[in-house]
């Protein structure tokens, strides 16, 4: 039995432990009661029991088991902290549980199980279920696969991975064990449930027999798909919706819902990849070349049945995929080539996504194969082709579909329009751009035409399954010329069409038209940009940023394919001309006079070819008169033009008639419907007049005219050509002047390049010199359009020209082209829709990459020179790549089809030759350069091993990586590189120069871009994995990427991603991804759609017209950062650079003047708080160091990178100083404009200055001082305070420039630090400076002892820290020092404090050496002043604003609160009156000599107050947030809103001033009378109230023991407090904001007031009681209910406590508590019950039974018990729940006497009275209570006994004994041996003198209430010697006494109010008295922190002589 006892006394948790069965079965049992009582799942019970629940479920013995596994699942179910558990319980589950014979421990298992699921714990069950299907038992494996089956049943298969299962699948079907096998069926069968036929891959290789069962099995299951029957947590509410629909009778929507569940799996995803390669025979590579078909075939097969495998291990398919190519193209026999084909099928379905790099090369292959008959050859083909497509995107092969369907094989043309319909099935309206079916549809159309049916047929389909995919509307613009029957044909196929998307077939294409617009109107929008993307492509420098972000809309990268057809003329601005131009048929000369005669008069007609000029004039007046008048449908142009043309035409010899013909002309163009055949008949006539001197002008207006109406394109094309077969070199300089103009006023949109250079070229050559430089001036200005590119096709001119023409391209650099202002306007008013239209000319106008000629290379990338490139001696594989590099540089710009160039590059970029490597890079840019766009098929191919190489150990070699990648992605955009696996699996190589650099790629191009593919998660779990790497380059290159990820991913995807992680790794992940979140930039925003109006900003980058006027531009274009950034006016960016000191010439590219025009300083939310926390919690660098490191230099750069413009930061962090003025420059410039953006990066502008500070270049020093002047006096005008990290990371660096040997630098570091006090409190500063007097630099010394003495002078002695004393001891070491500046500066500082100070300095400065003292002495008296001289020094240079600051500057500014002191004291050094002379340096220190000589009155005269109007109180205000600034010295200023008067009048009422006190009352109470007014009052009351009982004391101690005061005056001030106090109390809403402490306070103070007998004395005395009884009954009633209650408790507790206090003081708080209880049953519902029962509580911890009964009355004991009855009557037994803050609630007294009291109303419901119970009830009492204390004192003396414990239980008993003085604790001693006894005795003595010794000290600071008030205990001494001499505190300080003498045993303090509120009510009133009071201290402080014992030695006798004087001559 002694064992039982033992272990019943245990807590549950160590039950639960214990070794004994019956224990830990009873601990488990009563932990399963704990645990269903917990209601809280966040409960902290639940943590104790953390450790122990895998013990619940392991337990040894299975019945306690069985219990344990019950406590486990409710805790599992409940526990907020149950997920930490997961692991080693379900492990001990399967292990300890699952092997159990008895069923009911495996299904509690299971469940528990399920529970951890259900609570979001999915992957580790199931990664420990799976560990358990390894067990050598079989019961635990069946167990595993049953909860598994059951899981899968209940959650469904999102939330259980199927993947891991299927892969175990087959080894449980091979198990020996029958029910393994069994329970394996089971699971296949509900897998199937799932996922259908995805299952059946995986099973295919198991035991016939069992896949046979399984076949019958899965037929019998039901078709519908399957729901899950339980969910998540989180999904909880989706459950109950399914619950109501399933009860409403319609689960449509939960059919909807899962409908898209089941396609989910993909059972390509549950397959294992196979690894092929290595499987290959030896001699592949030999048979597939050998002569016999025969091995070739053998090899073909052994291929075949590898690729057989459904997945394949991804790898280098290369040379394969080249070897099966080979057979495809080339191999004579069909069978071989169909094997081929099947092989090239199972490679690309194995492979899918990462086939995609092969697709380019087989494509044009298996199309020009198509030309074979044999069927089984071309279903081979079809199979393969159909099967790469799905690997690679249409856009990748667009280009060699393209190619092979101008074959002119019918079969191919066939097969391969065919292909193309069976791959538009595949596409969806965004997947298949306008730029792309364009192109397609073009070919397509050619074949409907075609002479073969097959061909017509096909393209047919083809053209039908497009318009089914993308819609009528957007088809048809390619369609217009199409005649109706094959319209109706393609229409007819349409409707056929069944699309693997599933769009059903009829009507569905006109239906979901609407769909697919909201994508084609982003595609239009994207035409224009698409343009630019190309067109900027071979641009260097900046320029290349832009375009890959500024593409729009879906189809961004949708470009235009075969040059072929974008470059003829003739598909040029179709739709421009659609709308414009009628193709007029050429008219006969008769039909044309006709035409004319109608509308013009018969005299015009007849006059045209007079032969007097006079009249031919005349004629022309009517012409134009006629033409004028003419409407625009009747104008017959061409038989207009040709009467024009008609004899003497063109060869007019008159000028006037001439140049009226050809103002005629124009006028025809812009009125008319002017066509091209029009503009044929007059082109001669203008071209050959152009150069002629007088009509020239009138030829170009013409001929602008003409090119508005027939476009530019097209018109100068026509006059280039004309004028350049005249031999006229006049006529040709001018037309290319002409031309030049014109591009500038219509954009480059369309406009046909090579043409031109041909042309211009021709020019060149000319010998007319006006013809070359016209020649020169055009290509300056289609430089601006096309850009450096252009430079290519004048190379090998001569040198002298070129120099010429390099000179005008410079010129150009850095313009933006013009907006267009013509050839918009006219084309938007044809017939079609304006979007349209605007599209169509910039889709037409083609991209000028794409117009620049391109050469085919191909042929001559032979064999020969693959091989030379692959040779085994490098210097032959040298000469290769230089041969490859000599045919890229000839060709200059080439196309796409570069043969086997890649494959063998590509084995160059792992060459062992460094040296090679960089060639092969190189020459991969140049590729990059001169393929343009097209590279974008190579990417997966050649691009992805580019990036390989980033991995490289040799610097040099990976920056030429980074280059040609670079170079590549500017050409592609990024989408190809991101796309499918390929970047993940780079990034997972555990090389870390690879995946820094990779990263740092990664985290420059992702912000740039709008939207990523999908297939960026797949490098998350690999930057997680960088995040953690052992380099920590790689881990900051990863840190740095984080957001941009982020960015585009979202953060919940990210945080989910981090599920797969180790615990530990997870933890920190997450906490950087908290840190990222923070940081994370915006996407870039999409720029303004292009439609009829491109954005003018965008020029720059982009090649077409750009229609806003630049002007506009500025506001409206978006620039591609992360931040948006206007474009700048080329006039503002001309003056920056004027400012910014001049740039190198010419090598501005455009793009950094655009850039450099938005905000530099980015605000980032919280940015500046995340930086601090960062440092703080260690993350970062501190920043402290003696001289810069890298280290801080870089992390600088990484915290600016995210809120400076970048272009700033290069600035900043250049390694030219010349960089660093400048962005000081741009710095300064921007300060007033962005003042947040400085704010929020103030921290790190000045870490960055003190970098500079370690410049040795002057001129950087002197600008950064510059800047930091004007920067400190912006931030005091913005009333900034200086954070701690702020002023720590910049301050001691400023001081080391303190000692420059520079005069004007260190007048400037002085000038700062001057500024600075005003952001930063001079005392913080202070310890600063002084550190700075260490410096072995003597002149920092000086400088820094003199900034010492200013602060001094300035601010007080208040500023010396620590302490005055030892300030000074350290300012006069320097007396001594050996260097004469110093020490003159040292003693000038303390001269300085002698003249503040006194002669207190010689104490505070302790014991110098004779010589130091003798200097020191002889210096004082030379400065001959006074102390009492020293005028106080004004600080004006702050201009005080009364402002309402933005949220993020004032949340700046709330400095930390002990600013306070040093606040206030800047506040009474400005605010000083000159006559205040009198410096007070402590704050307590009495000027006893003056009050000795004045002989006045006592009571100082208060100057009459200043009367405000009240009414303007209330007009809406603003109230700022407080903030810590000084506080106002101007009074009118502190006025100006409603909170600042309100807290002046409160302050007022607390005024030593009688009248005063009155005159603030009565302003309060006209407030509170009126009640639209009293409102304002809201949220002061507690303030009011303070200072009202604050007044009450003083009149209680001060005014009514004052004789002198007329006794009127006080009843006065009585009333006018009890009538305020009475209006107040009416008022409920505010009556309620009274607190409990003030509530405390004002009941004291009243039922003071109520006892006072000097009141009764007085005539109206009687009726100040009776108000008083009234205002008190008022606060009973009307205060918060819950805080008069407590209130009332406390105040009671304290007057039994008090001695001194009168028992009628205790009897009247009884009175009101009893009268509470009255109002109980009406309020007990809005009382918070639970702090009125923890007041119960303490009052009854304070007064246990035994001392209450101690008292003389009994009504306290009554009182109590009276409250406690009625609150249990009114709550009856749920009065239990409300003990909930009562802490170990069962050791309380209160819980056993309601206990009781619930019990008794229980059994004698009303049968006694209720005294009688009372006595049973206190007899009870007794006896517990008495059974409680002893064992209580058991419990003390154990603990004397035990070694560890003895000092505790001495300690306890002395509590103890002290508590409870009549306890009686002999019969514990009794017991015990002598010297134990002795022992006890003697510790308690010792510990008796430690407390006394102790305690001694602050028995004298105790005042009336408990509180601790004082600064020190001078104040309080000095209190008492005032009082003593019957002063009040007016004098000195107008404060009413916060103590009073009555002196009270220490008691545990009570909160009071008048802690919280009264420092704000002092600095309140002393401010605004210093005004009233000149003659008062201006530098007096209520500030603790800076008396110290060293600065008060005043002598207190002295004190007490002087006192004692000072009372008897007032006498």
């Not at 019961?139 to 199927?162: D, N």
């Not at 050619?446 to 083809?462: L, M």
């Not at 030379?868 to 060709?891: S, T």
Request: with cysteine; charged share 30%.
């Amino acid at each position: 039995m002694g064992d039982d006892s033992e272990w019943l006394k245990l807590p549950v948790d160590q039950k639960c432990e214990h070794k004994l069965w019956k224990a830990r079965l009873s601990g488990y049992e009563e932990a399963l009661k704990i645990f269903q009582k917990i209601k809280d799942e966040k409960s902290p019970e639940w943590s104790k029991f953390l450790g122990l629940i895998k013990k619940f479920v392991t337990d040894s013995n299975a019945v306690v088991q069985l219990k344990g596994l019950e406590a486990a699942l409710v805790y599992v179910e409940n526990a907020h902290v149950a997920g930490k558990t997961t692991g080693e319980v379900v492990s001990g589950v399967v292990s300890k549980v699952f092997n159990q014979p008895k069923v009911k421990a495996k299904e509690l298992g299971i469940e528990i199980c399920l529970m951890y699921i259900e609570i979001e714990k999915g992957e580790a069950v199931q990664e420990e279920l799976l560990k358990g299907l390894d067990n050598k038992n079989p019961k635990i494996i069946v167990a595993c696969i049953e909860t598994l089956r059951k899981a899968l049943s209940e959650f469904g298969s999102k939330i259980i991975l199927l993947k891991p299962i299927i892969k175990v699948l087959p080894k449980l079907f091979e198990s020996r064990e029958k029910a393994v096998r069994d329970e394996a069926k089971l699971i296949a069968v509900e897998i199937y449930r799932w996922i259908r036929d995805a299952l059946r891959p995986p099973l295919q290789n198991i035991n016939s027999v069992q896949l046979k069962e399984l076949e019958e099995e899965w037929v019998k299951l039901p078709v519908g798909a399957p729901k899950p029957t339980r969910f998540l947590r989180s999904q909880q509410e989706l459950e109950a919706k399914l619950e109501q629909q399933q009860s409403a009778g319609g689960d449509a929507e939960g059919g909807g819902d899962d409908g898209d569940e089941v396609p989910q799996i993909d059972a390509y995803e549950l397959l294992e990849a196979v690894e092929i390669l290595s499987k290959l025979p030896k001699d592949f590579y030999d048979k597939i070349e050998a002569k016999k078909w025969q091995e070739r075939k053998e090899a073909l097969e052994a291929v075949e049945a590898l690729v057989k495998n459904p997945k394949l291990e991804a790898g280098d398919y290369a040379d394969l995929v080249k070897a099966l190519k080979k057979v495809v193209g080339k191999d004579t026999n069909v069978m071989l080539v169909a094997l081929a084909a099947k092989c090239l099928t199972g490679l690309a379905v194995g492979l899918r996504k990462k086939f995609g790099q092969y697709a380019g090369h087989v494509v044009p292959t298996i199309l020009e194969k198509f030309k074979e008959k044999k069927p089984q050859v071309v279903q081979a083909l079809q199979e393969a082709i159909d099967a790469i497509f799905l690997t690679t995107t249409l856009q990748n092969i667009s280009e060699d579909v393209l190619a092979v369907m101008d074959n002119k094989n019918p079969t191919i043309k066939q097969q391969t329009s065919l292909f193309i319909a069976r791959s538009f099935r595949h596409c969806t309206a965004s997947t298949l751009p306008k730029s792309l079916l364009k192109p397609f549809c073009a070919a397509l159309l050619k074949h409907i035409n075609d002479s073969a049916p097959e061909v017509r047929d096909a393209a047919f389909e083809a053209l039908g399954t497009a318009l089914k995919v993308v819609g009528e509307k957007a088809v048809n613009p390619f369609l217009a010329d199409v005649d109706k029957l094959k319209l109706d044909k393609i229409k007819e196929c349409s409707e056929k069409v069944e699309l693997v998307h599933g769009k059903k077939a009829g009507l569905a294409a006109d239906k979901k038209e609407l769909k697919p617009v909201p994508g084609r109107t982003a595609a239009s929008g994207a035409a224009g940009d698409k343009d630019t993307k190309d067109v900027s492509v071979p641009k260097p420098g900046p320029l290349k940023k832009a375009p890959t972000a500024k593409a729009g809309g879906p189809p961004k990268k949708g470009k235009p394919t075969a040059p072929g057809i974008t470059g003829s003329t003739g598909t040029k601005n179709k739709k421009g001309l659609e709308t414009k131009e009628i193709v007029e048929p050429e008219l006969s000369i008769e039909v044309c006079e006709e035409k004319a005669s109608a509308v013009l008069p018969a005299t015009c007609i007849q006059l045209l070819d007079s032969s007097n000029w006079k009249e031919r004039l005349a004629c022309m007046e009517e012409f134009q008169k006629a033409v004028e008048l003419m409407d625009r449908t009747e104008m017959p142009c061409q038989a207009l033009v040709r009467m024009l043309a008609k004899k003497p035409g063109w060869k007019e010899t008159n000028f006037q008639v001439m140049q009226m013909k050809l103002h005629i002309v124009a006028l025809i163009a812009q009125k008319g419907n002017f066509s091209k055949t029009s503009a044929q008949i007059v082109l001669d006539g203008l071209v050959d007049k152009i150069g002629d001197v007088k009509c020239g002008n009138h030829a170009k207006e013409a001929m602008t005219a003409m090119a508005e109406a027939c476009m530019l394109p097209w018109t100068a094309e026509q006059v280039m050509s004309t004028a350049f077969s005249q031999k006229n070199p006049k006529n040709q300089s001018e037309t290319l002047n002409w031309l030049s103009n014109a591009i500038k006023e219509f954009g480059f949109s369309g406009l046909n390049v090579k043409a031109f250079i041909s042309n211009v070229k021709t020019a060149l050559a000319a010998t007319n010199p006006a013809v070359r430089t016209s020649a020169i001036t055009l290509l300056g200005v289609m430089y601006l359009y096309v850009g450096p590119s252009l430079r290519m096709f004048f190379e090998d001119e001569k040198p002298a020209l070129l120099s010429q023409i390099d000179a005008e391209f410079e010129k150009m650099q850095g313009q933006t082209p013009p907006a267009p202002t013509r050839g918009i306007s006219k084309h938007s008013t044809g017939g079609t829709d304006e979007a349209e239209d605007g599209d169509e000319p910039d889709d037409g106008g083609n991209d000028v990459v794409d117009l620049l000629p391109r050469t085919e290379i191909s042929d001559k990338i032979t064999s020969e020179l693959v091989s030379k490139i692959g040779d085994k001696n490098w210097k032959i594989r040298k000469e290769g790549l230089d041969e490859v590099a000599g045919i890229i540089n000839e060709a200059k710009f080439i196309q796409p089809n570069i043969g086997e160039l890649p494959t063998a590059l590509k084995g160059r970029l792992n060459d062992s030759n460094k040296i090679l490597v960089q060639q092969t890079l190189n020459i991969l840019q140049q590729l990059a350069v001169a393929m343009g766009p097209n590279i974008k098929q190579h990417v997966k191919n050649l691009g992805i091993p580019i990036i390989t190489v980033l991995g490289d150990s040799k610097n040099n070699v990976r920056a030429a990586a980074l280059a040609t990648v670079n170079a590549w992605a500017e050409q592609t955009g990024m989408k190809e590189w991101l796309e499918g696996e390929d970047l993940s699996e780079e990034l997972k190589k555990e090389n870390p120069f690879l995946r820094q650099e990779l990263l740092g790629w990664l985290a420059e191009k992702l912000p740039t871009l709008r939207s990523t593919p999908t297939d960026l998660i797949l490098c998350v779990p690999h930057l997680y994995s960088c995040l953690e790497d052992r380099n920590g380059d790689v881990r900051k290159k990863a840190q740095d990427a984080l957001p941009f990820f982020m960015m585009h991913l979202g953060y919940e995807k990210m945080a989910k991603a981090t599920g797969k992680l180790k615990p530990t790794s997870k933890d920190q992940v997450l906490a950087m991804l908290e840190k990222a979140k923070a940081n994370m930039p915006a996407k870039p925003t999409a720029p303004t759609k292009a439609t009829s109006k491109p954005m003018g900003g965008a020029a720059p980058a982009r090649f077409q017209p750009t229609s806003a006027p630049v002007e506009d531009s500025v506001s409206s274009t978006v620039e591609t950062k992360p931040d948006p950034k206007k474009t700048k006016v080329p006039g503002v960016s001309s003056k920056a650079k004027s400012t910014q000191g001049k740039k190198a010439p010419g090598k501005t590219s455009l793009k950094e003047d655009e850039d450099k025009s938005g905000p530099i300083f980015i605000v980032v939310p919280n940015g500046k708080e995340q930086r601090m926390k960062d440092e703080k919690g260690l993350k970062v660098l501190k920043w402290n160091f003696t001289t810069p490191r890298d280290e801080y230099i870089e992390q600088l750069k990484t915290q600016m990178s995210s809120c400076v413009a970048k272009w700033l930061q290069d600035e900043m962090f250049h390694s030219d100083f010349q960089h660093h003025n400048k962005a000081l420059a741009v710095m300064v410039d921007h300060l007033e404009s962005e003042k947040e953006g400085v704010i929020g990066c103030l921290d790190l502008i000045l870490k960055w200055l003190t970098l500079r500070f370690f410049d040795t270049n002057t001129s950087v020093l002197m600008k950064a001082l510059e800047y930091l002047k004007l920067l400190f006096t912006l931030l005091s005008e913005e009333e900034y305070h200086l954070t701690e990290n702020e002023a720590s990371s910049f301050i001691p660096y400023l001081i080391l420039k303190v000692g420059e040997p520079k005069d004007v630098i260190r007048k400037d570091v002085r000038a700062i630090l001057n500024r600075m006090c005003l952001v930063y409190p001079a005392s913080k500063l202070f310890p600063f400076v002084m550190e700075g007097t260490k410096s072995k630099n003597s002149k920092q010394r000086a400088e820094c002892l003199e900034e010492l003495g200013c602060l001094v002078e300035s601010y007080g002695m208040n500023v010396c820290q620590p302490t005055p004393g030892k300030a000074l001891k350290e300012i006069a070491v320097h007396i001594g020092d050996r260097d004469n500046a110093v020490r003159n500066a040292a003693l000038n500082t303390i001269v300085t404090v002698y003249n503040v100070h006194g002669d207190q300095v010689f104490k505070l400065i302790g014991n110098l050496s004779e010589k130091d003292m003798s200097m020191l002495e002889e210096r004082i008296k030379r400065s001959a002043k006074r102390p009492s001289s020293a005028p106080m020094k004004q600080l004006e240079e702050k201009p005080q604003r009364n402002q309402n600051m933005t949220s993020n500057a004032s949340m700046l500014r709330k400095g930390p609160a002990e600013d306070m002191s040093s606040k206030l004291n800047q506040a009474r050094g400005m605010s000083g009156h000159p006559e205040a002379t009198q410096m007070v340096h402590r704050e307590f220190q009495l000027d006893l000599d003056e009050i000795e000589n004045d002989n006045g009155t006592v009571r100082c005269e208060m100057p009459e107050l200043v009367q405000h109007k009240l009414d303007d109180i209330f007009e809406p205000v603003l109230i700022p947030e407080p903030k810590i600034r000084a506080v106002s010295p101007h009074f009118d200023d502190m006025h100006s809103n409603t909170a600042s008067t309100i807290n002046f009048i409160i302050s007022q009422v607390a005024s030593g001033d009688i009248n005063a006190s009155i005159q603030a009352l009565t302003q309060i109470d006209e407030v509170l009378r009126q009640e639209d007014k009293a409102e304002a009052m809201s949220g002061h009351i507690d303030q009011f109230l303070i200072a009202t009982f604050m007044q009450l004391r003083l009149i209680y101690n001060t005014h009514m023991a004052d004789e002198k005061l007329e006794k009127d005056e006080i009843i006065k001030l009585y009333s006018c407090i009890i009538g305020n106090m009475i209006s107040l109390f009416q008022i409920e809403s505010l009556a309620r904001e009274a607190s409990t402490g003030v509530l405390k306070d004002l009941m004291h103070g009243l039922i003071t007031l109520m006892l006072d007998s000097r009141i009764e004395d007085l005539e109206e005395g009687q009726q100040v009681i009776r108000s008083v009884n009234l205002l008190v009954v008022k606060v009973l009633e009307k205060s918060d209910q819950t805080n008069i209650l407590s209130a009332l408790l406390v105040l009671l507790q304290d007057s039994l406590l008090a001695t001194a206090s009168s028992p009628k003081f205790s009897e009247l708080v009884m009175k009101c508590l009893w009268r509470m209880v009255r109002l109980l049953p009406d309020t007990i519902n809005s009382i918070n019950l639970d702090r009125i029962l923890l007041d119960i509580h303490i009052f009854m911890k304070v007064f246990p039974k035994e001392k209450l009964k101690q008292c003389k009355s009994e009504f306290p004991i009554r009182t109590l018990k009276t409250l406690l009855h009625t609150l249990c009557k009114l709550k009856g037994p749920k009065i239990l729940d409300h003990l909930t803050m009562i802490d170990n609630k069962n050791e309380s007294e209160l819980e056993a006497h309601l206990c009781r009291m619930m019990k008794h109303s229980m059994d004698q419901a009303g049968s006694k009275s209720e005294k009688e119970t009372e006595k049973g009830a206190s007899r009870i009492d007794e006896k517990s209570s008495k059974a409680k204390v002893n064992d209580f004192l058991a419990e003390i003396f154990k603990k004397i006994g035990s070694k560890e414990n003895t000092k505790e239980g001495l300690a306890e008993l002395y509590e103890y004994k002290k508590k409870y003085s009549d306890a009686d604790i002999e019969p514990f001693l009794k017991n015990s041996s002598q010297f134990f006894q002795s022992y006890v005795e003697r510790g308690l003595r010792v510990i008796e003198m430690e407390r006394e010794g102790k305690g001694r000290l602050p028995t004298s600071t105790g005042n009336t209430n408990g509180e601790e008030v004082g600064p020190s205990v001078y104040l309080e001494r000095l209190k008492i010697l005032r009082q003593r001499c019957g002063l009040d505190n007016t004098k000195q300080d107008d404060r009413p006494p916060l103590t009073s003498l009555l002196s009270k045993p220490t008691v545990p303090p009570v909160a009071s109010s008048t802690d919280m509120l009264h420092s704000k009510l002092f600095q309140l009133r002393e401010s605004r008295e210093q005004h009233q009071h000149p003659e008062l201290d201006s530098n007096q402080t209520h500030s603790a922190g800076t008396v110290t014992s060293s600065s008060t030695t005043t002598n207190i006798d002295d004190l007490k002589k002087r006192l004692e004087r000072i009372k008897s001559s007032r006498k």
